[in-house]
């Protein structure tokens, strides 16, 4: 291919489309502590990868990352609660949040996290902006008919005299099948949803003794309205692939008729009551129970306290459970006063479903826009939010913020959402991050290690490709870092450095061997001709194959892709020995020049997965930023350079690395 010629294409496949804008966010992390490794891992990288990639593909004026710290909720309030007491810390709630927000924003950076803002949801200056839009949202819900006063029972510590936060209640989850330990009052460890009043065995944080419930009034988004709307969308998802399989089904699963899950020896006192519950059938459980069905959630519900009554065990199924928009906690973005209730804040879910919305409201105002444009990103069919999630979270992002989406569409509402209304958003899932084959968790047995801490042993850019490889959107995987594992030896292999192997080793051959040779042979001028033919057919299929898999956000996939192509250009380069004198000069020129195309794609493919490694290729080539550029990617390096017969690369030291490995890898010579 001569220089600035048209690329000629040999492959006949049609690209995935993009759309014009996108927003990725990535979830939010309390604010309570640090991020583990299961933060940046199972969500932040990936989460990194996209936007990287999305900015390449469609423009980095075109897309917009989001993240930040989840400042409010009873979580904190305990933790920073607890650590006083200790006398671990002495400040306000303010500096204990800034503190961990701060260092949250380091230990990101420690891993390349790209993100135009990482908020702070109490801090300015989002809160200002986040605070007008929870109350947009609320009253808008209200006005159009989506929202309900419910006057709950809910904890009461009798000896420190106050309501109980969500965190300040343990006890066992009620939800059938699960065999979580560590529930509070409203949601268990593995985030199932239930009322307070189901929770089995409550006791205090406070003071230890069993809380009594006392009524207190807060406004609730009826899922329950949203089902005919929502179940047949979920369908449709499933059905085309549009999200990951096992978070639809999980979604589908809240759409099954209520249902009391009841042991057998339990059903003689059942039998003693069945003419006082709602209409309901019986049907086989599954472990040794029968199921009690009902057609509504408030009959379940009436049937619940019947139980309770009567001393019967029992565990609920998931179902449609009105979503609690409203709290009772001092420590929470104020809620605006609606039809005589005054003095409350948002629960600390919704208004973290929102704050996405929030922060790009902000990164707008930074790129000196209006705040107000946000519309344009989050509401118009041109443009795309894909919001990386933890499995665990799947019910706040996939159900209740859709319902909350749909119901700021009016009275009547529909999935097929009408341009100027907020668009129902693509949710990512990934599995658990397990932890040397265990769910790790800083309030359970295995303590995951602190995410900064891994940069000890392993390079930021080894850590992404290895999460990245793990097929997280598929399965849980474990996380089994050799210095951590204390089954390993020293002929054990580790798994961060084989996936990692692909830049330091492979990777960094390949771009070696391009510059030493022109270098030695061309004095630093890539020679200028044709790509080969074959060499251009697979480029041209590697390209193909992995944008169709980052559309697909098959992260695993677009590596084992670049992974073989990077190992086809080592292999061609080993057949024809291009820096051997020996070699035929016709042939190490052609070599030469199908290598360089070769590396150059393989920048541009791995650049969202290791941006500083790529970025050394790209400043050593002499080429600007546009090097990045998808809409480019099937152009020659010549097409890049104002005159290909004169422009030269950098001088490339003996040795040098493009990926490196840590220090502590490398062994001591001396």
């Not at 933790?79 to 204990?96: L, T």
């Not at 807060?218 to 047949?232: C, D, G, I, Q, S």
């Not at 939010?385 to 996939?398: K, L, M, R």
Request: a negative charge; aromatic letters at 10%; glycine letters at 6%.
């Amino acid at each position: 291919m001569t220089a600035g010629s048209s690329p000629r294409f040999v492959t006949n496949r049609t690209r995935p489309s993009f759309p014009k804008r996108a927003v990725v966010t990535a979830g939010m992390p309390y604010g309570n502590k640090d991020l583990h490794f299961g933060h940046v891992g199972g969500v932040f990288v990936h989460a990194d990868a996209m936007a990287r990639f999305l900015r390449d593909r469609i423009g980095v004026d075109n897309v917009i990352f989001v993240s930040g710290t989840d400042c409010y909720g009873s979580v904190i309030v305990e933790d920073h609660r607890a650590r006083v007491q200790s006398g671990e810390i002495d400040g306000s709630i303010e500096d204990f949040v800034e503190l961990n927000h701060e260092r949250q924003r380091e230990t990101l950076s420690l891993f390349e996290i790209s993100l135009d803002t990482f908020a702070a949801s109490a801090l300015e200056p989002w809160t200002g902006i986040h605070r007008d839009l929870g109350a947009h949202i609320m009253r808008t819900l209200y006005a159009n008919g989506h929202l309900e006063k419910r006057t709950t029972r809910q904890f009461y510590d009798t000896e420190a005299e106050t309501f109980l936060t969500g965190r300040q209640v343990v006890g066992r989850c009620p939800i059938a099948g699960c065999k979580s330990e560590k529930a509070y009052a409203e949601e268990c460890s593995l985030g199932h949803q239930f009322e307070p009043s189901e929770l089995i065995a409550p006791r205090s944080t406070l003071s230890k003794v069993r809380p009594e419930m006392r009524e207190a009034t807060n406004w609730y988004v009826p899922l329950e309205k949203f089902r005919e709307a929502l179940a047949p969308w979920y369908t449709s998802l499933l059905e085309h692939g549009t999200w990951r399989d096992f978070s639809v089904r999980n979604l589908l699963e809240y759409f099954e008729p209520p249902t009391i899950h009841v042991t057998r020896d339990q059903l003689a006192k059942v039998d003693e009551i069945a003419n006082e519950l709602p209409p309901h059938s019986r049907e086989e459980g599954r472990s040794k129970s029968e199921r009690l069905v009902f057609e509504r959630l408030h009959d379940m519900e009436r049937a619940t306290d019947r139980l309770r009554e009567n001393d019967v065990r029992y565990r609920t199924g998931k179902s449609l459970v009105p979503f609690r928009l409203t709290g009772n906690l001092e420590w929470g973005l104020p809620a605006p006063d609606l039809d005589e209730t005054s003095g409350l804040t948002f629960w600390v879910w919704p208004e973290s479903l929102w704050a996405p919305i929030s922060f790009s409201a902000r990164v707008l105002e930074e790129r000196g826009a209006s705040r107000d444009d946000w519309h344009e990103w989050w509401c118009t069919d041109s443009a795309h939010v894909y919001q990386f999630i933890g499995e665990d979270n799947i019910f706040y992002y996939g159900l209740a913020q859709m319902a909350c989406f749909l119901g700021m569409q009016g009275p009547t509402f529909s999935t097929d959402v009408p341009e100027g209304q907020l668009k129902l958003t693509h949710i990512v899932t990934n599995r658990h991050l397990l932890f040397l084959d265990k769910k790790a968790s800083s309030s359970g047995k295995v303590k995951p290690p602190p995410a900064r801490e891994l940069v000890d042993h392993y390079t930021a850019e080894q850590l992404r490709i290895h999460f990245l490889s793990l097929a997280l959107g598929a399965r849980n995987v474990s996380f089994r870092p050799k210095p951590y594992d204390p089954k390993a030896d020293e002929r054990s292999a580790d798994p961060v450095l084989k996936d990692g192997n692909i830049l330091s080793n492979v990777f960094n051959r390949a771009a070696r061997s391009c510059f030493y040779t022109t270098q030695k042979y061309f004095d630093r001028i890539i020679p200028i001709g044709e790509v080969g033919e074959d060499v251009i057919r697979a480029s041209e299929s590697v390209i193909f194959d992995f944008e169709e898999a980052m559309a697909r956000q098959e992260f695993h996939v677009a590596i084992e892709h670049a992974g073989a192509y990077l190992r086809d250009i080592n292999g061609r380069w080993s057949r024809d020995n291009p820096y051997n004198k020996s070699c035929d000069p016709d042939v190490r020129r052609q070599a030469v020049i199908d290598a360089f195309h070769g590396v150059r794609v393989a920048a541009v493919l791995l650049h969202p997965v290791a941006p500083n490694g790529t970025d050394k290729i790209r400043r050593l080539l002499g080429i600007g930023p546009e090097f990045w550029s998808w809409d480019r990617i099937f152009e020659p390096l010549a097409a890049f350079m104002e005159d290909p017969s004169t422009h030269e690369i950098a001088e490339l030291p003996p040795r040098a690395d493009f990926f490196e490995k840590h220090p502590s890898q490398i062994k001591d010579e001396g």
